[in-house]
């Protein structure tokens, strides 16, 4: 068992007042809630109590070694086992956990999951960033939106890495949308957010401009009042040209929007939070019902507060975007 926190000076304080008083060290230790060892050896030897030096433990690498496994850490995504591996190191596991663990310059972190950019790509949110500069109380009259894939085990997996903190941190590019066991799409407002809408992962055009009709057309003054603005990705069921059709036949103003750019569509936090709160505790769902009631029920729960909070740091989001010359923002 290692070393108990040292006494404080309050405690011994305490154990002083209720030693001279009479109590024993059994007694002393219910009342001040430490162990009957930290009493007896504070008691025993008060005056050189706490100036003596713990050690350190015994390394079981040498300098050379330290080195190797620091930098494969550093210039590697692989976990500690796999670190031990590349290193030639057997046995010594969790010794290899504790010396990454107290590297100042390495950390364990999620590597985050975000489009590979092409410069094209960089080019146009760099054109659309300097656009929208000017923009604050202007976003309030966008309506954001977006499908979002839930499974019934859980969310899709969490990749970790030993991180350098004197690096860049390392992305996972996947592509935008897969299938899934349940597909949803939704759309938030500065006012108000629509319901949870259960599509199908096969969406076709007519499907979509059915959720938009019920959802939108009719719906979104109530969501970011009566000149809004509608926001969508360029997946291809959004840009297809039936769509866009019935964008200008209903006279439905949509914003242009640059690819590759989820960082920038606010809601995708909102899918984030929605994750943790329908898989709290590790959740898993028997069916797709059970899971979609699960959804609708979280997506209530989110507060009018968070969804302006995340309308406000738009503007931040569109100089973090100059800022790096049209690169991922940390968004």
């Given amino acids: 068992m290692g070393n108990g926190k040292t006494l404080s000076e309050f405690e011994r304080g305490q154990i002083l007042a209720y030693s001279e008083d009479g109590h024993s060290n059994r007694q002393i230790s219910k009342r001040i809630g430490r162990s009957l060892c930290v009493i007896n050896n504070f008691l025993k030897d008060k005056e050189n109590y706490g100036t003596k030096s713990r050690g350190k433990p015994p390394k079981c690498f040498d300098a050379r070694q330290t080195r190797l496994i620091l930098r494969v850490a550093s210039n590697s995504m692989t976990s500690a086992a796999g670190i031990c591996n590349s290193c030639g190191i057997n046995g010594h596991l969790r010794t290899v956990q504790r010396l990454l663990k107290a590297s100042t310059n390495l950390k364990f972190k999620k590597i985050k999951a975000k489009p590979a950019l092409l410069a094209?790509?960089?080019?146009?949110?760099?054109?659309?960033?300097?656009?929208?500069?000017?923009?604050?109380?202007?976003?309030?009259?966008?309506?954001?939106?977006?499908?979002?894939?839930?499974?019934?085990?859980?969310?899709?997996?969490?990749?970790?890495?030993?991180?350098?903190?004197?690096?860049?941190?390392?992305?996972?590019?996947?592509?935008?949308?897969?299938?899934?066991?349940?597909?949803?799409?939704?759309?938030?407002?500065?006012?108000?957010?629509?319901?949870?809408?259960?599509?199908?992962?096969?969406?076709?055009?007519?499907?979509?401009?059915?959720?938009?009709?019920?959802?939108?057309?009719?719906?979104?003054?109530?969501?970011?009042?009566?000149?809004?603005?509608?926001?969508?990705?360029?997946?291809?069921?959004?840009?297809?040209?039936?769509?866009?059709?019935?964008?200008?036949?209903?006279?439905?103003?949509?914003?242009?929007?640059?690819?590759?750019?989820?960082?920038?569509?606010?809601?995708?936090?909102?899918?984030?939070?929605?994750?943790?709160?329908?898989?709290?505790?590790?959740?898993?769902?028997?069916?797709?019902?059970?899971?979609?009631?699960?959804?609708?029920?979280?997506?209530?729960?989110?507060?009018?507060?968070?969804?302006?909070?995340?309308?406000?740091s738009l503007p931040n989001r569109i100089f973090e975007v100059i800022n790096k010359n049209g690169a991922c923002t940390h968004y």
């Fill in 120 to 312: 094209r790509h960089k080019t146009a949110r760099l054109e659309f960033a300097k656009a929208h500069m000017s923009w604050t109380k202007e976003w309030r009259k966008v309506i954001f939106s977006d499908e979002k894939k839930f499974n019934l085990d859980g969310p899709d997996g969490y990749h970790f890495y030993w991180h350098d903190l004197r690096k860049e941190e390392k992305i996972l590019s996947r592509r935008q949308m897969g299938g899934g066991s349940l597909m949803v799409w939704a759309a938030i407002g500065w006012k108000n957010n629509t319901e949870i809408i259960v599509c199908s992962s096969k969406m076709n055009q007519e499907n979509y401009k059915e959720i938009l009709q019920e959802n939108i057309l009719g719906k979104g003054y109530h969501l970011a009042g009566p000149e809004f603005v509608f926001q969508q990705d360029n997946a291809s069921i959004h840009t297809a040209l039936s769509v866009k059709q019935w964008f200008s036949t209903k006279k439905l103003r949509v914003m242009e929007w640059p690819a590759k750019s989820p960082d920038l569509n606010i809601i995708e936090n909102l899918w984030g939070t929605l994750s943790r709160k329908v898989y709290a505790n590790g959740r898993q769902f028997h069916s797709t019902l059970e899971l979609q009631d699960s959804i609708k029920t979280c997506w209530k729960q989110i507060s009018r507060k968070e969804v302006q909070s995340l309308y406000n």
